[in-house]
T-cell receptor
Framework: AQSVTQPDIHITVSEGASLELRCNYS??????LFWYVQSPGQGLQLLLK??????LVQGIKGFEAEFKRSQSSFNLRKPSVHWSDAAEYFC??????????????FGQGTTLQVKP | DGGITQSPKYLFRKEGQNVTLSCEQN?????MYWYRQDPGQGLRLIYY???????QKGDIAEGYSVSREKKESFPLTVTSAQKNPTAFYLC?????????????FGPGTRLTVL
């Protein structure tokens, strides 16, 4: 069955430090991949997406992610974290093909705390 | 501004009551989705609709019902058959479901059963 794993439930980094949030997926076909961010009590905002092509994708707010097929991973990175980046981050896989019409499977989320 | 609106933001329900959560979008999107979010469990798909007058069950449809009579509206009813309805409910839409496109989310409705 398709699944998305975010191994880190909670991460704390210092402001200005670099960040990497991990995402691994299990899916038999070429995945469509997404990262979303959620502030407390709010909806989800799309940070970036990968459909095909260049495996390093740039998103909003200075985030980037790299698709590594051999590792079934799509890790999110940011070179220098700002206090406003504190939020919950979700990785998602888009299912395509017969019977999987546009559904997204979400990971459990990683909560990012930023220390001043 | 284009976007997705959900109402109400907070909803309280007594056990045994049905309640309906509203979701409206003015993005002219064909596909709409309802998710349930519980702490530590990510988002789980309740129902989705690829086009007006059509919808399909997601992974946790039991105790929920939907309708899609208008392109811009996709209300979700939480029935008394839903055993544990207290959760945060998110509505989303995408321009299409085939091929896959990114989903855009509303601000959510927090439902509490008293």
């Amino acid at each position: 069955a398709q699944s998305v794993t975010q191994p880190d439930i909670h991460i704390t980094v210092s402001e200005g430090a670099s960040l990497e949030l991990r995402c691994n997926y299990s899916y038999g076909a070429t995945p469509y991949l997404f990262w979303y961010v959620q502030s407390p009590g709010q909806g989800l905002q799309l940070l970036l997406k990968y459909f095909s092509g260049d495996t390093l994708v740039q998103g909003i707010k200075g985030f980037e992610a790299e698709f590594k097929r051999s590792q079934s991973s799509f890790n999110l990175r940011k070179p220098s974290v700002h206090w406003s980046d504190a939020a919950e981050y979700f990785c998602a896989v888009g299912l395509h093909g017969s019977g999987n019409t546009g559904k997204l499977i979400f990971g459990q989320g990683t909560t990012l705390q930023v220390k001043p | 501004d284009g976007g997705i609106t959900q109402s109400p933001k907070y909803l309280f329900r007594k056990e045994g009551q049905n309640v309906t959560l509203s979701c409206e979008q003015n993005l002219n999107h064909d596909a709409m989705y309802w998710y349930r979010q519980d702490p530590g469990q990510g988002l789980r798909l309740i129902y989705y609709s690829q086009i007006v007058n059509d919808f399909q069950k997601g992974d946790i449809a039991e105790g929920y019902s939907v309708s899609r009579e208008k392109k811009e509206s996709f209300p979700l009813t939480v029935t008394s058959a839903q055993k544990n309805p207290t959760a945060f409910y998110l509505c989303a839409s995408s321009i299409s479901s085939v091929p896959i496109r990114e989903q855009f989310f509303g601000p959510g409705t927090r439902l509490t059963v008293l």
